[in-house]
């Protein structure tokens, strides 16, 4: 294996790392969340920078020979926003007491609730020794930077484990996800469903298709007009949610001139009319990620259709073995999105914080497993085998 240099580089923009040396860390992951491509577009849109609170601050260390050997999507946040792991209350405490919460450094795929690799280290490089330089590394700029903390957000579970043998606090959430039991179509999948969720689905799939067209695009079919309709539904939708979405229009357009073959985008309309919804997806290598949705008109269970159903058909359409439909929503469940474990690992400086925020991450992993298990058992859609 490649050895690693102890030092350890800043970069303020990933540009300055650069494509080809990012990507021979990242590429081999199959993850478009931390693909060069997906975080400059970030950077290059506006979305993230300094003035929205998302500094960048990404970490690079090299092999003997000056290559980039790792590298770690870092930044500096001024707020909690766009996170999916929700530490307002660990800010609060801790501001009510007199410490100052922000800044704190984040290692993070921005806005996207998403597990992948965040220690990023090139295939042939030795993992322990990449992934400690630049964990060392993200220590080191929180001590100087000042920041109250160092948080990595949905990493994988082997990361998990490995941050939390070196000292950082472990949290455990979940997820629904969908498994590909090598289906060969739709209505295969239907068959391991008990008989009442089966007749659920099928008449939740009539009733939101009656009347509509459905139209999956990739590749060359996407266009400017179908992002300007999309981005109508995701402004809306973030708008009734969150109050502020987090993504502009150029991030769109950048989205599909850089990633259109990694891009699924699912649109929904009346023969002849303008688009009334559409949800959007991203390609892994081994994973269907359902991102964004939204609408310009109620249909009943439509919702449903176009960020389940059709992600389901298109997963099995192109062999890959499940589907992420994000963050929340136990309605999920029916559909046949199961509980996952999803993770992330904190480092906080001061052990003020520290030591409370310790007890009730163990507590909260009890109760989240439990929770996993109740759910499982109790609501799960599929046959039980006699």
């Known amino acids: ?56 601050q990404h970490l690079s260390v090299e092999d003997e020979d000056g290559q980039v050997a790792g590298v770690m999507p870092l930044y500096l946040k001024s707020h909690s926003q766009g996170e999916y792991v929700f530490d307002h209350a660990w800010a609060d405490a801790y501001e009510r007491a007199g410490g100052r919460y922000y800044p704190k450094l984040q290692c993070s795929s921005p806005f996207s609730p998403v597990t992948g690799s965040r220690l990023i280290v090139r295939p042939d490089v030795d993992v322990d020794d990449g992934r400690s330089a630049l964990l060392g590394g993200a220590l080191t700029l929180c001590e100087r930077m000042g920041a109250s903390s160092l948080h990595v957000t949905f990493p994988r579970a082997d990361e998990w484990d490995w941050m939390g043998q070196r000292g950082l606090l472990q949290r455990q959430d979940q997820q629904y996800h969908w498994e590909n039991a090598d289906y060969a179509t739709f209505d295969d999948f239907l068959m391991a469903l008990s008989s009442n969720r089966r007749k ?12 509509l067209e459905i139209v999956a695009l990739t590749g060359s079919d996407l266009t400017e007009a179908h992002w300007d309709a999309f981005f109508g539904f995701y402004m809306d939708t973030g708008s009734r949610k969150w109050g502020r979405p987090y993504l502009n229009r150029a991030f769109y357009s950048l989205l599909g001139q850089r990633m259109a073959d990694k891009v699924l985008l699912v649109m929904a309309r009346r023969p002849g009319g303008p688009w009334i919804a559409g949800a959007l997806n991203l390609l892994g290598r081994d994973c269907l990620y359902g991102r964004h949705w939204g609408c310009a008109e109620d249909v009943p269970f439509l919702h449903f259709e176009l960020c389940y159903y059709q992600a389901i058909e298109q997963a099995i359409r192109l062999g890959l073995p499940r589907v992420e439909a994000g963050a929340q929503g136990q309605h999920k469940i029916a559909r046949g999105y199961l509980p996952s474990p999803v993770y992330s690992a904190h480092w906080i400086a001061d052990p003020m914080l520290r030591e409370p925020v310790a007890r009730y991450l163990e ?19 599929f046959r039980v085998e006699r």
Request: hydrophobic letters at 35%.
């Open 1 to 56: 294996m490649t050895a690693v240099k102890p030092a350890v580089r800043v970069h303020r923009e990933i540009a300055e790392i650069g494509r080809e040396a990012w990507d021979a860390c990242a590429a081999p992951t199959g993850d478009p969340f931390v693909s060069f491509d997906f975080l400059s577009i970030l950077e290059e849109s506006g979305c993230v920078a300094s003035r929205t609170g998302w500094a960048p």
């Open 200 to 211: 659920t689905i099928r008449r939740e799939r009539r009733d939101a298709q009656e009347g």
């Open 363 to 381: 507590r909260e992993r009890e109760a989240v497993e439990h929770d996993m298990r109740m759910l499982s058992e109790e609501y799960s859609p």
